[in-house]
């Protein structure tokens, strides 16, 4: 059978829906097959088109996709009984801790995907102490409807942003990044991205976020580090808020926890937090899927057993030589290299249009920004160099860039 034999007829595809993102392409794509960084689709007409994946599913599949050393997971039975978790649930738990600070003073809540995942966050925070959100300017945290309320960048994208959000906006404050509150009175915690995700990878200032999240703690206030896009070693390291020396009394994890096999998330949290909680409470029917926490269990497997951090920075010296390349020739601005991702601005060229050339041409990026003004490429970090290079021409070429030009 060939690729276009597997595809389903255009006339059987008319009841999916088309509110979500792949509208910003010229058509309706049909993924057929996936392999470490290549993306081999289906067009409406039935017309095989592969690509190189700069996006990593919003930075769910760093470690490739169909990694067959992470698959192994699938070998195993998969279950859900509501109640009880698989046998590697509470390694994975122990592990996470282990990579934080203080592991010993903290516990692992799973829960389904990254929006439920900030939700628990603020739910311990708001038991604990009492008071609004506060939340960083430039933030995405999902699309839930708390979630949303924190949320300051695209939301006019969100189908989900409807009068229900905006009944939250007296509980949410937003601090420009920067400033540092000379009072917490009624603030219960403040959540933080390190690195911006939506925003358009933008790193929050190092130094700044020393100062802020300390004037916060000395205060009782909760700090919470959803890291739920930028974890996992998508900007280098496995827990930016760790390795840059913060302490949060949370940590949120999902999307490459599992590399995108399973929508499990885990909330990293400091025991006091459970002071004076109640013995039961109610679960999300998935969380104790057996799946989830087997996948896991084999990403943790994958990092332990191969140098990650090595891969992600012979990627991100390929993005670092592109954005000289596109600084020097005047096409992007507000350029951030971090690790193996890059984001900017293009200026000869819009970014939906960006997108859209170099997908053409072979190579899947995605826009980001406030207003999707921004270009984000985030491969695989098991993208073989060949490859890489060869993807990064496509996008030189998409941003305004000459062949062979420098």
Same mark, same amino acid.
């Given at each position: ?7 389903p ?11 979500d ?21 289906i067009d ?9 994946d ?18 192994r997971a699938?070998a ?6 509501g109640?009880?978790?698989?046998p ?8 996470l801790?282990?990579r934080?600070?203080?592991?010993h ?8 995907g ?8 603020l739910?311990?925070?708001?038991r604990?102490?009492?008071g ?8 995405f945290h999902?699309l ?10 695209q939301?006019?994208f969100?189908?989900?942003d ?16 920067g ?6 009175d009624?603030v219960?915690?403040?959540?933080y ?20 999240? @300390?004037s /916060?703690a000395? =205060?009782?206030?909760?700090t919470?580090?959803? !890291? ?5 070693? &998508?900007h280098? *390291?496995f ?6 020396g ?7 994890f999902?999307?490459s926890?599992t590399?995108g096999?399973y ?24 969380q ?7 996948a896991a269990?084999e990403?943790?497997r994958?990092?332990?057993?191969n ?10 010296a390929?993005l ?11 096409? @992007?601005? /507000?350029?951030? =290299? ?6 900017? !601005? ?5 970014? &939906?249009?960006? *997108? ?28 073989p ?10 996008v030189?070429?998409?941003a305004?860039?000459r062949?062979?030009?420098?």
């Open positions: 059978m060939t690729i276009a034999d597997s595809a007829r255009t006339e059987d595809r008319l009841f999916q829906s088309r509110l993102e792949a509208g910003v392409l010229d058509q309706r794509y049909i993924l057929v097959h996936a392999d470490n960084a290549t993306l081999d689709l409406e007409a039935g017309r095989p088109h592969r690509c190189t700069f996006m990593s599913a919003y930075a769910a599949v760093n470690f490739g996709h169909r990694n067959p050393a992470i698959e699938l195993r039975s998969s279950d859900l009984t109640l009880f978790y698989g590697e649930a509470d390694g994975v738990a122990r592990w801790c282990a934080l600070p203080e592991p003073s903290r516990r692992v809540l799973y829960q389904v990254g929006s439920f995942a900030v939700a628990a966050a739910a311990l925070a708001r604990t102490r009492p609004r959100v506060m939340s960083i300017d430039g933030a999902g839930g409807v708390d979630a949303a309320a924190l949320t300051s960048v939301r006019r969100s189908l989900h409807t009068g229900f959000v905006d009944l939250l906006a007296p509980e949410v404050i937003h601090l420009t990044p400033t540092v509150p000379r009072d917490w009624g219960s915690c403040m959540i991205e390190p690195v911006q995700g939506a925003n358009g990878y933008v790193p929050l200032d190092r130094e700044w976020l020393h100062e802020v999240t @300390a /916060a000395s =205060a009782g206030v909760v919470v580090a959803d !890291e739920i896009q930028c974890g996992f070693y &998508r280098g *390291v827990s930016p808020s760790a390795a840059w913060l302490d949060p009394d949370i940590v949120l999902s999307k926890l590399n096999m929508p499990l998330s885990a909330v990293v949290y400091k025991r006091f937090l459970e002071a004076g909680a109640d013995p039961v409470y109610l679960a999300h029917t998935f104790t899927g057996t799946l989830g926490t087997a269990h990403v943790t994958y990092i332990d057993g140098d990650v951090a090595g891969m992600g920075a012979a990627v991100g390929r670092e030589e592109l954005a000289d390349r596109l600084q020097a020739a005047g096409l @992007a601005r /507000a350029v951030y =290299a971090t690790g193996p991702a890059l984001s900017f !601005e293009p200026t000869a060229v819009v970014s &939906r249009e960006l *997108v859209r050339r170099a997908f053409a041409s072979g190579a899947l990026v995605f826009s980001g920004g406030r207003h999707g003004e921004r270009i984000r490429m985030a491969p695989p970090l098991t993208i160099d060949a490859q890489l290079v060869e993807g990064i021409e496509l030189w070429s998409a305004g860039g062949a062979g030009g420098t």
